[in-house]
């Protein structure tokens, strides 16, 4: 009996991590006296982060669904949401996100500058959104809604909205 409770507890402690959710936070104070504020949160048991940067005009929300491969990015001052599908090989594993993010907040300046991908945004509306999961449906649901393809090596010039998550990746979104 003592075993089972040993054990029990052992186990407890090993898998608490795993189905943690995690949050983290960051005020800015911008350049130009202005203040942005990003929280990141983590729901470890549904592999899904979400992202808001609250930055006036310039808000954004983004949710990140590792189960389904999906990001889905809510852009406030363009009334759309966008949906991408997540490059495995270049997006940091959900576990691995908190650390990276306080990795990167240490770092400052002086580490590497972040990831960052672009992607081309098709003029085509979403017209059903299910087949994209469920947290990507929350997020778009009732807004315009388009795909967008990664794009490497295009050239777009001023026509991008630019999202930074935490200083761990940029993703430019181009039409």
Not at 31 to 40: A, I, L, P, R, W
Not at 147 to 168: L, P, W
Request: contains cysteine; hydrophobic residues 35%.
């Amino acid at each position: 009996m003592k075993l089972a409770i040993v054990i029990a507890a052992l186990l407890g402690v090993f898998l608490t991590p795993i189905f943690a959710n995690d949050n983290v936070n960051e005020n800015n104070q911008g350049n130009d006296g202005g203040n942005s504020h990003q929280t990141v949160s983590i729901n470890n048991d549904k592999h899904v982060a979400n992202i808001d940067s609250n930055n006036g005009w310039s808000s954004w929300s983004s949710v990140w669904d590792y189960g389904n491969g999906y990001i889905a990015t809510r852009i406030l001052s363009k009334k759309a949401c966008i949906i991408a599908k997540m490059n495995k090989n270049v997006m940091p594993d959900i576990l691995e996100l908190p650390q990276l993010i306080k990795e990167k907040k240490e770092a400052g300046s002086r580490g590497p500058p972040p990831v960052e991908l672009q992607f081309a945004v098709s003029k085509t509306r979403v017209s059903d959104l299910a087949q994209y999961g469920k947290s990507v449906e929350s997020m778009c649901r009732g807004i315009p809604t388009y795909v967008a393809r990664e794009a490497h090596g295009d050239n777009y010039s001023g026509q991008c909205f630019k999202t930074n998550i935490m200083h761990t990746m940029t993703l430019n979104y181009c039409s």
